[in-house]
């Protein structure tokens, strides 16, 4: 089929629709994984994917896993391991096998498809740990006994520590067992 730029753009709409729905790409992005510019990586990394298909002929699965894997590795610090690269993949292929075949009713019917079932952005927080939980206690402790009105204690200071004995001078200390 010859590709004209009105065909070629539905297919980056399907990039687009796959790569916007596929939770684990939401999550960096709105997780801030990709830095402050995560969008417009989200957004760059549509356009680098389509161009991916049209450079090279007869991808495999495995291949297409492979570029976005590293893809989100470099740009968003993210390794995939939840199983999602293979169904993404399979999409993105399925979608090329729509365009290169000149059926762009039916890809459009696959995007319409992917967007209507898009779920809601997922967001992830992280839930405060027992010891993070602890930490902050003792801050809160501290910030209290900082802030509070000096108070002379009553404590005396701890004794100095003896003076160091000939083996300890040099850095060494020597143990012996008694008998």
Partial sequence: MAASAASREVFTEG????LQTWPVL????DNGFGGVYGQQKADWMVDVVQQYFHDNADL??????????ELMDQEFNTVVDDGSLPQVSANLLQMFGQWR??????????INTLTQNKSQRAKVTAQPTQSDEESNDE????????SGP??????????????????EEDGWTVVRKKK
């Fill in 15 to 18: 990039v687009r629709a796959v």
């Fill in 26 to 29: 939401q999550i960096a992005v």
């Fill in 60 to 69: 495999q699965q495995y291949e297409v896993e492979d570029f976005i894997a």
């Fill in 101 to 110: 075949q000149g059926a762009l009713e039916q890809l459009k019917h696959t």
């Fill in 139 to 146: 801050a809160q402790e501290m910030e209290c006994e900082a």
């Fill in 150 to 167: 000096s108070v002379s204690r009553t404590h005396p200071p701890p004794p100095p520590p003896p003076p160091p004995t000939q083996d």
